[in-house]
């Protein structure tokens, strides 16, 4: 029984599976979706953003953004659409100054190094300063006209934290983690403003198209279970308490995908989110024995496994389908984002092989 009083599809999707998995009603097969699906492994996406400049001219193009976000369902017969775009983008319009460069990935100018720089930190409204992706959620949803439906998505206030004191990518987390425990107050003050300002963007997406919902929260697997609880998961809930749950006589279902964070599922689920993400270093079948059928899952073959030959790739499909077994509720993925050198032919494989491998598991 469908715990939402909505139907699950009323927008008339024509492919509608990956919204029923995630509200556990029954479907044909399980769908899939791959993480960073528009990127680096497709050519089609490397000559795009040649044309656009830089990554976040890419992102700053309506047209263009729409253009990579369609390239991966052109190819494959995925069955959801994530808005193309970055989890910096708030940070950014914050005023941190965000630039990507080749080999280095993401860069702040101004990383966020004291209790007054995080008073000063402004919420940023979506409509003004992230318009472009609020531009790029609309025309992306009318150019997908009913075909799959689009994830909009944001960092948690977590993982937008690490970049923004960080200044960038880390192994350590050593400014991030030195301020969580030295200055615990203005820690929390970042995450609650990072609170707001992702509530705001993620509800002007549902606003602007987006139908279902996903917190990316990268980085809470590298806390201990307390501080995960403390400085990750409180904010995610606070995040999930404040969103549209219903637009326009829809559900918009949200997934929490925290890395790394498979021993926290019962903790996850009880946020009140639809669905979690798991990565591939926890196995399905705990975490479902754990949250029961409350709650989808996503995930979470081992992005390494598209090196292997086909034979392979369709072998740990089987694998990964087994271990969530029988029934609604499981959304294929990756356990994280596709490698940039992944071959493109891998990826049909693997979509090909979840729908082909999966029917039995729906059947009465
Ligand atoms: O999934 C999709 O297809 C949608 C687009 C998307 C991107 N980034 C595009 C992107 C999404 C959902 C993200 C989320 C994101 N961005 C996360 C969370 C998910 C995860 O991977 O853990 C994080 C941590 C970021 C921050 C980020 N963006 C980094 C660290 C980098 C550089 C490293 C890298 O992988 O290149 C990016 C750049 C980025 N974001 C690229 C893409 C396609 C590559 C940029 C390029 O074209 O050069």
Redesign the pocket.
Known sequence: MSESALPANPYGLKNDRFIRALLREPIDCTPIWI??????YLPE?RAT?AKAGS?MD?CRSAELACEVTLQPLERFDLDAA???????TIPDAMGLGLT?T?GE??VFARPLRSRHAIEQLPIPDPEIELRYVMDAVGTIRKALDGRVPLIG?S?SPW?LAT?MVEGG?TKEFAHIKGLMYSDPASAHLLLDKLSTAVTDYLNAQVRRGAQTLMI?D?WGGVLSPDKYREFSLAYMQKIVNGLIRTHEGARIPVILFT?GGGQWAVDMADTGADGIGVDWTADMSQIRQQVGHRIALQGNLDPSVLYAPDAVIEQEVARVLHTFGHGTGHVFNLG??IH?HVNPDKVATLVNAVHRLSRPYHQA
């Open positions: 993480m960073r699906q528009a990127g680096r996406y953003r990554f890419l994530i808005l193309f775009s970055d989890i910096l990507f080749t990935g993401p998505f960092g993982t970049y990518s990316f990268t890395k994280h984002g940039q």
